[in-house]
């Protein structure tokens, strides 16, 4: 089955045609990243607008770039949520007027799958049961994994995500949006040991997360040390190398936890947080020593892009999904609500 996917639930328009015999045939992505740059952050309205100028010019380049022609789409996949509902409508809309349109079916998929699923585009895919740990700009869970829309939630974030928790503190650090790549580029040259942050909720049992108090932690040691005189290069670097670490050794360590007490020794890292190379070394190291393995995407794919939301939709209408002509997407989504196939 060949399958158009579109993803929009917030600042990127992406566009993938998958097909379940042949593979990824093609992909493009428009990054909003340097419009909202200026805000410091997403602005709502501004995606939305952006999304609809986008969706066709990119639609058309994937065609191109597969050597497809339209009438030999056989679905369409779209991002219903969670996300920015100004943002998810274009997708939405679209993929709803094409597949009118074209007289083929469409079905919404949820965002949070498609990231969790992205690791399967690779050569090596995970195999089911396995231990999820999302980490992105909206979400830090864990989550056992028992097969597509088998999901049973762990633990979560009981504020910031990972993902909010870097671009928070960069931002406070004086780095641009988004964060997470700020601080990894700066925490390479970060003197280790210079500073040592809090590893959150670790000390009590159990698998919820919370990142706000270490954004806190940041802030005043950056503030300690314009009162001392010195926000150098090398000491803001030297920053975030602690906080950077702090974040990757309480995930490490609740991911060890989740692995124990499900009895399981794989584990999915995805969403944007799980581009972040000292994260993959410290649980490469861990599932070493736990005759384990870990799986994630190529980088380009564990940010927001239509590859997974193509591959997840095309698994859900391999499976006879598929929505109805109503335009519905959902802000907030528990994953847990989706139905097994
Ligand atoms: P959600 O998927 O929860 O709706 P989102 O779509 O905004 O949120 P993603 O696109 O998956 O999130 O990921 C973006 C986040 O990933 C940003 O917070 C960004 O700072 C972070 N990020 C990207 N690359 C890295 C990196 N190398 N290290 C740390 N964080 C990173
Ligand atoms: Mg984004
Ligand atoms: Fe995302």
């Known amino acids: 089955m060949l399958v158009l996917g579109l993803e ?48 066709l010019p990119l639609i058309r380049e994937v065609l191109t770039t597969a050597g497809v022609e339209r009438t030999q789409i056989e679905a369409i996949a779209y991002t219903a949520g969670p996300g920015l509902v100004g943002a998810l409508l274009v997708g939405a809309s679209c993929s709803q007027a094409l597949a009118f349109a074209w007289g083929i079916p469409a079905v919404g998929v949820h965002h949070m799958e498609g990231h ?18 999302l980490v992105s700009g909206g979400h830090t869970q864990l989550v056992r994994v028992d097969g597509i829309g088998r999901y049973q939630l762990l633990g979560e974030s009981l504020d910031d995500a990972a993902g909010e928790a870097f671009d928070k503190t960069a931002k406070l650090m004086g780095l641009q949006y988004p964060g997470g790549p700020e601080i990894a580029r700066l925490a390479e040259i970060g003197t280790p040991g210079r500073f040592t942050f809090p590893r959150p909720m ?9 990142f706000s108090g270490l954004k806190t932690f940041t802030l005043n040691t950056w503030l300690q040390c314009r ?9 803001r670097a030297d920053v975030a190398l602690a906080f950077q670490q702090a974040v990757v050794d309480t995930l490490t360590i609740k991911c060890r936890r989740a692995l124990k007490q499900t ?4 584990l999915v890292i995805a969403g944007g947080v ?26 380009r794919f564990c940010t927001d892009n239509g590859a997974m939301i193509a591959y997840a939709g095309c698994q859900r209408l391999l499976a006879g999904q598929q929505d109805g002509p109503a335009i519905g997407v959902q802000a907030r989504w528990p994953m847990e609500q989706l139905p097994a196939i």
Do not use: W
């Open 116 to 133: 969790l699923l992205a690791p399967m585009l690779e050569e090596q895919p995970p195999a089911f049961p396995f231990v999820a740990l």
């Open 227 to 235: 009162e001392a005189g010195d926000q150098s290069e090398q000491t």
């Open 8 to 55: 929009t639930s917030c600042d990127e328009t992406g566009v993938a045609l998958y097909d379940s015999e042949r593979g990824l045939l093609a992909d493009a992505l428009f990054s909003q990243i340097e419009q909202h740059r200026v805000f410091g952050g997403v602005v709502p309205e501004l995606a939305s607008r952006d999304h609809v100028k986008r969706m």
């Open 202 to 210: 670790t000390d009590r049992p159990g698998l919820d997360f919370s």
């Open 263 to 266: 009895g399981l020794n794989n």
């Open 274 to 299: 799980s581009a972040n190379q000292s994260l993959r070394q410290s649980l490469e190291k861990m599932l070493g020593e736990l005759k384990g393995q870990v799986f994630y995407a190529r980088p």
